[in-house]
């Protein structure tokens, strides 16, 4: 696990310690975030990433091809930076966790 955690801090990602959250881990870097499942082993199943901003994360969607953020009574179009940015984080994350 430490090796895993040593490739994420290469990369600029980090552990963010939420108190209470038992059975996901948070990781993130810039406004980029996801959870990641606790399992015995370390790391199981990693969700789906977004971006933290005031109205919580929010989940990258696409309508008539063109991407947006949406959360909870908010959505705004998405740039090609935030896409691109996104989709690098969650890259990233999954081939440092994942690798042995």
Known sequence: MTVRLER?????IELVPIPGLE????FARGSCATLVERTEAGF??????????????EMLV??????????????R????????????????LEGALRAC
Request: proline share 2%; charged share 25%.
């Open 23 to 26: 059975r996901h881990y948070v």
């Open 77 to 92: 179009a998405a740039t090609e930076e935030e896409v691109a940015a996104l989709r690098q984080f969650s890259f990233d």
């Open 44 to 57: 199981g199943r990693i969700g789906t990433a977004g971006i933290v901003t005031d109205y919580g994360i």
């Open 8 to 12: 994420l801090a290469a990369l600029g």
């Open 62 to 75: 696409w309508r008539n091809d063109k991407p947006y953020f949406v959360a909870k009574r908010h959505e």
